[in-house]
């Protein structure tokens, strides 16, 4: 008896492990598969049932107990509602199937999808909680038992039936436990790469990914724009409104600038003070041109209402060079950008766009 308690858990634990990490790499981080997430747990899940039954306790000829009710709520929990209810049909059909079949074995059948299929409408309703976990375990536990003693000779005075029961209620919080684990372990391992790829005050990549994607870029020899925006004369911003309403006009540019770059196949950085990149991806100069221009009138047009209720009107000035026409390498974009840029300040130009083509002509 204990053997099977034992390999039932390891089975379990061995679930939470596959089915957690399958989530955070697949379905967590890939958009594309998450509509396809809760089937792959439904039928994981459901193959777990399947192990578990095959390595369960006979409390007579034809019952058997294993740690069925675990499996359906875990399935529930990592996969939501629709994998809770994939699992309670293929361990359902398989239980009907997996012995020499009875009226017995079809009553256990169907009392799994039901069961299943009842804690998946109510998590539906009312998703499973930590607060609320216990609501779920026990009744799906204790219907099991009573479902057994109603049905099949077995009485309640069993003592393997007992152990059964509070040996399937510690699995399942024994697993639960690993998943919390889990789940606090990768939220903190996730806010550590956010802060290591994010710019702190405006929440948009920082200078480290802005290298790393211009490296990409030009390692591959894939064509873009690459746009300079500095804001103009912020300094004196920062001196008449103070440092702390600075912080909050860069804030809202960050997202005026960062919800462009969204809509229009270009990545926003910030590399400094009040200097942003925009990496415009298979953008031809024309097409990079055309962008600065946009922004240049949606910022012209932009009141920055602070926290003290003032209004502020910025402008911005616009360097852009293109790969590979402009330059071959990260570095010489990078400088040739901030060339242009202290051009347009060292002729006092304000709000203006400049291409590197323009300078050259120029010259």
């Not at 997430?37 to 399947?50: D, K, R």
């Not at 699995?171 to 790829?197: P, S």
Request: overall charge negative; proline content about 3%.
């Amino acid at each position: 008896m204990i053997l099977s308690l034992i390999i039932n858990f390891s089975i379990l634990f061995t679930f939470i492990v596959l089915a957690y990490f399958l989530y955070e790499f697949f379905g967590g981080f890939k958009k594309e598969y998450q509509p396809y997430y809760p089937i792959l747990v439904g039928c994981g899940a459901g193959i777990i049932a399947i192990l578990v039954m095959r390595t369960s306790l006979h409390l007579s000829s034809e019952v058997i107990g294993d740690t069925r009710s675990a499996v359906l709520l875990l399935a529930i929990i990592i996969g939501g509602p629709q994998a809770g209810f994939i699992t309670a049909v293929i361990a359902g059909l398989f239980r009907m199937i997996s012995a020499d079949f009875s009226m017995n074995t079809m009553f256990f059948g169907l009392n799994t999808i039901f069961v299943g299929s009842v804690m998946s409408l109510i998590a539906m309703k009312i998703p499973i909680t930590s607060k609320n976990v216990h609501a779920y375990i026990w009744p799906c536990v204790l219907e099991f038992l009573f479902f057994i003693i109603i049905v099949t000779p077995v009485t309640w005075d069993d003592p393997s039936l007992w152990t059964l029961t509070f040996m399937s209620a510690f699995a399942f919080y024994a697993t639960y436990g690993v998943l919390h684990i889990f789940k606090k372990q990768f939220a903190y391992t996730r806010a550590v790469e956010k802060l290591a790829d994010t710019d702190y005050l405006t929440g948009v990549p920082n200078n480290r990914i802005f290298r790393e994607e211009l490296n990409r870029l030009t390692n591959n020899r894939l064509a873009f724009a690459l746009v300079l925006i500095d804001i103009d004369r912020f300094r004196a911003v920062n001196h008449h409104y103070g440092h702390l309403y600075g912080d909050e006009i860069l804030k809202q540019l960050a997202k005026i600038l960062d919800d462009y770059a969204q809509e229009h196949n270009s990545l926003l950085t910030r590399v400094s003070g009040e200097e942003f990149y925009l990496i415009c991806y298979d953008a031809a100069p024309a097409i990079a041109l055309n962008y600065a221009s946009e922004l240049r009138m949606l910022l012209r047009e932009r009141a920055f209402i602070l926290s003290n209720f003032e209004e502020v009107h910025v402008t911005a000035s616009f360097s852009i060079v293109n790969y590979p026409d402009n330059a071959i390498t990260s570095e010489s974009l990078v400088r040739l950008a901030d060339d242009i840029r202290q051009s347009q300040s060292n002729s006092k130009q304000l709000n203006s766009i400049l291409h590197a083509n323009q300078l050259k002509k120029e010259h």
